[in-house]
Each structure stands twice: as structure tokens, then as C-alpha cells.
């Protein structure tokens, strides 16, 4: 995950000091690339850190320092997109603003969830597991068939990940056909723990 901060503003906010932006509005608020919460403070390199905590002293360029130090608060996200790999975003409903998370490991199915994926999953932790937190308003049950999605053409455009029936393949071309477009998966890594049980 890279927020594109340019080198000399790395150089120059080195120790991550608070900005200008501050906080302490009650409500959210940009804080470079990423968004704020009521009483926290934005730190120079696009950190929000709680009420009384000092900002991590790290370099900018350092944008995933926050996974191996327990100190520093994780980043704010919208979506999926915005945290690394390894992570997905936790929010409390689709379209609210929520932190970066780990991925669980060995769930177990209890309750049928509706991710914000707009995927059926065994379980909120299944949801979590493929990058997905849970609430969205309609979704598509996963089962082994392969997904209705496909490259056209010969170009050069990503339309993400999708399950062919026996593994997960990058979608490519100049368009992508079918009914399930919508549904492709933004990471190889989603797309392999939605569809993990299916694997011959």
C-alpha cells in the first residue's frame, strides 16, 4: 500500500509531527490521504493517533511501519483497497469509514453473512478472511462453478480476480464479460479465501 507521499515531504516530516489539521471536532476529517475521527490528532505522515497519544516516530516513507509496531494506530479505510494484503478493511456497515485489520484464520461456520462484497459468506469471519467486512444490502451465494467473468480483446486493462472452477485467474482485455463483472475480486489473496474450500 503506497499513499504516494513525494520524497522531500517524506525528508521534511520525518518524526511525524501533528499538522495543522489537528482535530478535536468531534467528526471526521482529512488527514492526507486518509480520514480522522472526532478527538484524534493527524500526524504528519497521514496517521491518526487518539486523544493524548504521541504521533509514531517514523519516516513517511515508511507506509506500512504501523503491521510490525503495536504503537502506532492502523490507518483509516473505506474499502478493501486501502489496507495491504495481509489485511482488510473492519468497518461497522458498508460505506463507513473503519481500520485496517488483520485477516482471521480458521473460521468456523455459524451464521450466513452478507459481506460488503456482495457475497454470501458461512460467517462473519469468512467474510473478514476474504477482505470483506460484513452488511451490504443484497449478495450472490458462492458456490464452486466458475464465475461468469471473462476477458475480451486484446488489451491490457486488469478487471481483477476471478474463480474459474478450479483456481483463481486474472481477468484481462479490453472489457470484461458477463454476469458477474461486478463480483471479480480486487486481490488474488481475496479471491483464494472466498473460494479456498473449492480447491481440488
Known amino acids: 500500500m503506497s499513499r504516494g507521499v513525494p520524497l522531500a515531504f517524506a525528508i521534511a516530516l520525518v518524526g511525524c509531527a501533528p499538522t495543522e489539521l489537528g482535530g478535536g471536532g468531534g467528526g471526521r476529517f482529512l488527514c492526507g490521504e486518509n480520514v480522522c475521527e472526532g478527538e484524534q490528532v493527524c500526524c504528519g505522515c497521514g ?64 451464521a450466513e453473512v452478507c459481506g460488503c462484497d456482495g457475497r454470501n459468506h458461512p460467517s462473519a469471519c469468512h467474510a473478514a478472511a476474504a477482505g470483506s467486512s460484513v452488511g451490504g444490502p443484497a449478495c450472490a451465494t458462492l458456490g464452486c462453478e466458475p464465475m461468469d467473468a471473462s476477458g475480451e480483446g486484446l488489451c491490457g486493462a486488469f478487471f481483477g480476480w476471478t474463480f474459474d472452477g478450479s483456481a483463481c485467474e486474472p481477468v484481462t482485455g479490453c472489457s470484461c464479460v458477463g454476469s458477474q463483472c461486478d463480483l471479480t475480486f480486487a486481490e488474488q489473496v481475496d479471491c483464494e479465501a472466498a473460494y479456498g474450500a473449492c480447491a481440488p
Open 47 to 110: 496517521f491518526c493517533a487518539a486523544p493524548g497519544q504521541a504521533c509514531p516516530d517514523v519516516s513517511c516513507e515508511e507506509d506500512d511501519a504501523w503491521i510490525d509496531d503495536p504503537t502506532m494506530p492502523p490507518p483509516p479505510c473505506t474499502e478493501r483497497e486501502d489496507c495491504p494484503a495481509s489485511h482488510y478493511c473492519q468497518r461497522d456497515g458498508c460505506g463507513e469509514v473503519g481500520t485496517c485489520a488483520p485477516r482471521p484464520t480458521d473460521c468456523v461456520a455459524d
